[in-house]
């Protein structure tokens, strides 16, 4: 088999997969080496794993295996290939920020990449960027445009366009970027992955080329909400070497089981009616997974926003260029150094009134935030072809950033999420952004969506595994059981499960074959979940039922009900409620609602009208 098969057959593995290789025994060479085939010709790397950077690698990989005990626990990311944005420094490896003249080769790794070796990584790549950082699109680089992994024409998003594009196409694991504008995000988003953007603080600039210093976030690029959280863990906590860096609270405040979130009472997408719909649907399914969707005037985040680049945070932009705009400004790509110059506009009376309302906006932001577990927003109000960005690349950017921009000028925590694909073939996304310290409750709610939605990896086919923080098997004496109407969590018959001892496992969701049946003359209210060849992901309960309990909970289920297998999203199968056919005929099909508990709010509210 030669390295190109031997990558392909790996395309999409997870962190999990790649360390189940090798406690099955696999060889990190064995594993590794095709990543010396890395086609030169791809214009999302900037710079490939050679030979010699392997050999160095795997001999510090050895070293610390033996320091361990040989115990691959103590190494979670053991052998796993990643790749960085090129504006973060490794040790053997130039660092370019986007532009040849400003190359530098640094001494050391910076802290995220240090960490991440510590526990095993293996870097293969450094990828491209609009030049320092300095763009959501993907096009500002001498390198290239990077290409949307689903569509050539279309940008990847940028500035971590790279980052994504690699991961996307399972040449990565996982990739670490920056995000000061949205740039871990952005390129998430039209590339089908989960993008990360960490509390401002929780993962050290320390060896990042900056963009705006006070705001800059490594950010992590992923095919699983599992693996980016994973990563964070390992490469955040407090470094002395960043004066910016922030000691994370000892724990922050966890999300209920139907959360309260908040949408944009009249969101933007500038004539994009595909974009559109698709976030529609997306309100429309986390109110099926049971989640409390409230409308919010959005003019303090659409101000903020604008404040990044209409403001003197440009000059932050030109601190880090500076020597070399003096030296040889044509180095400079010529969108990005449109952009800095507009820092002499700036004096420094403007640039403290310009903080002052950044205060005050972010200070209501905050205020308006802290009623709500989250503000979910389209990662993206549209996508635009890499023609249309070079032919209007200051308007078209400027779009790209109407849901991104405000995040780091608040101090915000926000997750990245696949949503589905467009009509067009394209993917698209939604962000979930909570108050700072969030990072962990996002992730928790993000897990719950991605299994609802089922999609596969990025785009490479791969089919989306058990989630390691779902996959445990039910407790030891107990029965799982899968439910979906009248027995979910406070709805009437929810006490036949409580007054059995039953314990709630997890809220997920079926695989997309079922459809939901409101059926007729049922009291309460009872909903029937049938298979079929077209169906929908419909939101379930799992709940833990004493086995001793078992027989008298299904005594209690009435006809034409019954209890089955069912399929989960992420493959497994569970027991769970069953409906006969014959009660079909006068009732009503909800598939569309996604599941009961939205069905019902449904309901509660036409009554209320």
Not at 244 to 250: E, F, G, K
Not at 481 to 510: I, Y
Request: net charge neutral; charged share 20%; glycine share 8%.
């Amino acid at each position: 088999m030669n390295a190109s098969t031997l990558m392909q057959s790996r395309s999409g593995w997870t962190i999990a997969q790649w360390q189940q290789a090798y406690a099955a025994g696999a060889a990190p060479r064995e594993l590794l080496a095709s990543f010396l085939e890395l086609d030169a010709k791809d214009n999302a790397w900037i710079a490939r794993l050679d030979a010699a950077r392997l050999d160095a690698q795997l001999a510090d990989l050895a070293r610390r295996l033996d320091e361990a005990g040989g115990d691959l626990a103590r190494l979670p990311l053991y052998g796993v290939p990643f790749a960085i944005k090129d504006n973060i420094d490794a040790a053997g490896w130039p660092t370019t920020a986007g532009c040849p003249e400003f190359a530098f080769h640094p001494e050391r790794d910076a802290t995220v990449v240090a960490r991440l070796r510590a526990a095993g990584a293996i870097l293969v790549g450094k990828t491209n960027l609009d030049q320092f950082a300095t763009g959501l699109v993907g096009t500002r680089s001498p390198y290239g445009a990077v290409a949307n992994s689903f569509d050539p024409a279309y940008v990847s998003g940028g500035s971590s366009s790279g980052s994504a594009s690699v991961v996307a196409r399972g040449l990565a694991v996982f990739s670490l970027g920056t995000d000061t504008a949205g740039s871990g995000r952005v390129p998430a988003g039209f590339n089908n992955l989960v993008g990360l953007k960490p509390t401002r603080g929780w993962l050290s600039n320390a060896g990042v080329v900056p963009a705006c210093r006070t705001l800059d976030c490594v950010s992590v690029f992923a095919l699983t909400v599992d693996d980016a959280s994973l990563v964070a863990e390992i490469a955040g906590g407090h470094d002395a070497a960043d004066p910016y860096s922030r000691q994370r609270p000892a724990s922050a405040r966890p999300w209920p089981r139907a959360p309260r979130v908040a949408v944009p009472a009249q969101p933007e997408f500038y004539g994009d009616e595909q974009a559109r719909r698709a976030f529609e649907q997306s309100v429309r399914d986390l109110r099926a997974l049971g989640a409390e969707v409230e409308p919010i005037d959005f003019t303090a985040f659409t101000e903020l926003a604008g404040l990044l680049y209409q403001g003197p945070w440009v000059a932050e932009r030109f601190c880090a260029v500076e020597s070399l705009w003096r030296e040889k400004p044509d180095a400079i790509h010529p969108v990005v150094r449109s952009i800095v110059e507009q820092a002499s506009r700036y004096s420094a009376t403007d640039t403290f009134r310009a903080e002052y309302r950044r205060a005050e906006l972010a200070a209501a932001i905050n205020q308006v935030l802290a009623g709500y577990d989250a503000l979910v927003v389209p990662t993206s109000p549209s996508i635009y072809t890499i023609e249309q960005l070079q032919a209007d690349p200051i308007t078209l950017n400027t779009r790209l950033g109407y849901y991104t921009n405000f995040a780091n000028l608040a101090d915000l925590s926000a997750l990245a999420l696949p949503a589905g694909m467009r009509e067009d073939g394209l993917p698209v996304g939604i962000t979930l952004i909570g108050l700072a310290w969030q990072d962990a409750a996002l992730a928790a709610f993000g897990r719950v969506w991605q299994a609802s939605r089922g999609l596969p990896l990025g785009a490479t086919g791969a089919p989306l595994p058990v989630s390691k923080k779902h996959s445990a098997a039910a407790q030891a004496g107990t029965i799982r059981v899968a439910v979906v109407g009248a027995h979910l969590t406070g709805m009437p018959l929810n006490h036949q499960l409580t007054s059995r001892g039953a314990v709630l496992a997890e809220q997920t969701a079926t695989a997309p074959h079922y459809r939901l049946y409101a059926l007729a003359n049922t009291t309460p209210p009872k909903p029937g979940l049938v298979h079929m060849g077209e169906g929908a992901s419909i939101v379930v309960e799992l709940w833990d039922v004493p086995a001793a309990a078992f027989g008298s909970f299904v005594a209690e289920v009435p006809g034409p009900l019954g209890i089955g297998t069912l399929e989960l999203a992420d493959g497994r199968q569970v027991k769970g409620f069953i409906c006969e056919p014959r009660a079909l005929q006068d009732a009503r099909d909800i598939t569309e609602f996604g599941g009961w508990r939205a069905y019902i709010a449904s309901l509660a509210k036409t009554a209320a009208r």
